[in-house]
């Protein structure tokens, strides 16, 4: 069974940058599908990026060119970079790991990024 672990979250100003983490840990799927949600409060989770092992990166069009996904398939670890942040993006930050669409994707427990005006 695959767990999540994030870390990485905290209070940050507008315009700032903060690194997200997320540890995998139990067996991965050589072909899967890693990638980061956010949800704020009153909101439904939404996809923020997400990165396939074929390489193929996807992100929301709120967060291009702000925030980067990457990975180290080695500590199978994924990051997400997020810079010129905005209040906007205050919300609990989610990792996420599914080997194919509409299989069942673990979640971490998530981590609470607070962007500040």
């Known amino acids: 069974q695959v767990q999540l672990v994030e870390s990485g979250g905290g209070l940050v100003q507008a315009g700032g940058s903060l690194r997200l983490s997320c540890a995998a840990s139990?067996?991965?799927?050589?072909?899967?599908?890693m990638g980061w949600y956010r949800q704020a409060p009153g909101k439904e989770r939404e996809r923020v990026a997400d990165?396939?092992?074929?390489?193929?990166?996807r992100y929301a069009d709120s967060v291009k060119g702000r925030f980067t996904i990457s990975k180290d398939a080695d500590k199978k670890e994924i990051y997400l970079h997020m810079s010129s942040l905005k209040p906007e993006d205050t919300a609990v930050y989610y990792c996420?790991?599914?080997?194919?669409?509409?299989?069942?994707?673990?979640w971490g427990q998530g981590t609470q990024v607070t962007v500040s005006a």
């Open positions: 139990g067996y991965i799927f050589r072909i899967n599908t």
């Open positions: 990165i396939s092992t074929a390489g193929t990166i």
């Open positions: 996420n790991y599914y080997v194919s669409p509409g299989t069942t994707p673990t």
